[in-house]
């Protein structure tokens, strides 16, 4: 089940570094393949308590 990152009432609170940790590895692959990548989407991003999930992602490629 995912939460909310700081927690809603009471819960427990989600793993902000995971989210962190999500975040500055997309930035560096999309660095790293700039050449060839368009975009690139993680839409939902589950947080959990310990670590965090993309359920779905959508990697957009450059036309060669």
Do not use: C, M, W
């Not at 570094?17 to 560096?28: I, K, S």
């Not at 050449?35 to 959508?58: C, F, S, W």
């Amino acid at each position: 089940t995912g939460t909310l990152i700081g927690g809603h009432r009471g819960g427990a609170r989600g793993d902000f570094d995971a989210v962190v940790d999500a975040a500055l590895a997309v930035a560096e692959y999309a660095r790293e393949n700039s050449a060839t990548v368009a975009g690139l989407e993680i839409n939902p991003l589950l947080v959990l308590t310990e670590g965090a999930v993309a359920v779905d992602a959508n990697l957009q490629k450059l036309k060669a």
